[in-house]
């Protein structure tokens, strides 16, 4: 099917938001054009194709708001680390790599979790030498915040004992003075810097990327490249997106953020080459104020409870973080800024309370995480109007460590009942690689507030759950506002892109366990059938 043929989906249960109706899709042109609960659909319309669903349930296509579509890839293409438990079983894993890998071939890692490793630290690049020595290696923790080189990638990247870290970075030492490997936040930059300049590397993990999300029913994604920071390499990044999209065959609709220190590139060299092109574009400008609470990186006002020196890491300063948004808020451009503790989520409250009048935010600018919001907090997010881009499987996957690091603060965590009671639009995400894409995943922890073992029985902060069908809008229509897309977006009706899911299951007649057991049959874009199961 082209997008300027006439498809009609027969026999579905299309979820048009807070009810279903039994019937009949008419989509033309790309578009959904009539939902019609007769037969005489057959009549008023001469059809090039039908598919009869035999009554299985239709959603609106999903929308990741916060992802890294290039980590994403690296995940599916490179060493996925995630169930290592501890730093022995994570070298096998490497070593086992290197074993398939050339001399001199980059080996990347994805997605380790300390908290799962029975040794209590973290590897170092001695660690990964002893398993790789001919290879560069560069291993990312599953917050994305924290990063582990080999002595190798180390010398690439030119990081020695000398090296000053990059402000809103740290770089770990032995007691000699010597970089251990370890680098926190922008610091893992200086690695990031070299892999961004192979093109063929990032084109192959956009691609595996585009076919993980449209397998999950993602049909739109807000991406974010990590530690993308000089103008070569972002254009290079770019390039790389529009082949693999084009060779795709334009699965996925695809919202490119870029860092704030590109900001003044694209405005002076007008990087606008994208315009046009309705499933690529270039949109947001990303901050990060901080890190994350399993790395101690996110900015608090007071210390880690397990750290008690330790109160995280102020990524860019409030100073920095004013000159670059204002300047992004005067061109146009719609800030999205990462805070995930308190006290950075207060700085960039700061910063939009003096670019935007309270109540009037015309370029909807957001706040992506919002992780410990007390109720100050969240009724100077709600004064602003401004959105916030939420992970729900953070519940799943941090309870039961999230008190050792924030002790009581726990209760003003991931607060998103209180913020949507509150009128806050908050717009669901998986940050893949940090979660699953799989968005009943987010789904569920949303709903339930529990982890896979489900615990804690009752939920964490259970008051903060919310409906299924709430979370569903956060998934879907919420999403689609967070970039001014609900007019063309978000849910099924008349004049909308004919981005659809087709479920094995509908998820409205299921218990909460069950919800993983969904399968996306069928992923639609613009009335093309991109997956099918």
Known sequence: MTESQTLILKNGNFYTGGEFISGNLVIRQGKIEELATSEEIFNKYTADKIINLEGK????????????????????VHQDLSQASSVDELKELIRAEAKRKQPGEWIIGSSFDDNKFKDDRFPTKEDLD??????????????????IANSKALDLARIDKNKEAPQGGGIDRDESGEPNGILRRNAGDLVYNIIYSNNSMIKKAIKASLNYLKENGITTAHSMAIGVKKHQHYFNILQAYREAMEEEGY??????????????????????????????????????????????TALLNNPYEDEPDNCGIEATSKDRLYKYAKKAHEHGYQCAIHALGDKALSNALDVLESLIEKGHNPLRHRIVHAGLAPKDLIDRIKELNVSVDIQPNFVASEVDWLETALGNRTEDVYTWNTMKNEGINLA????????????????????????LENRPADGFNSKERVTLEDAIDMYTINGAYQYFDEDSLGSIEPNKFADLVVLSQNPMELAPDQLLDIKIDMTFVGGRLVYQR
């Open 251 to 296: 699965p996925v609709r695809v919202k490119l953020g870029a860092e704030h220190e590109l900001l003044d590139h694209l405005i002076s060299e007008d990087m606008n080459y994208l315009d046009g092109n309705e499933f690529l574009q270039q949109g947001y400008i990303k901050f990060f104020t901080d890190g994350s609470y399993g790395s101690r």
């Open 428 to 451: 669901a995400s998986s940050d893949c690689p940090v979660e699953p894409v799989n968005p009943f995943y987010g789904i569920r922890a949303a709903t339930t507030r529990k982890n």
């Open 57 to 76: 349930t239709v959603f609106p296509g999903f929308i990741d708001s916060h992802i890294h579509l290039v980590q994403t890839g690296f995940l599916q």
């Open 130 to 147: 002893e398993v790789a020595p001919d290879n560069p290696v560069f291993i990312i923790r599953i917050c994305t915040h924290l990063m």
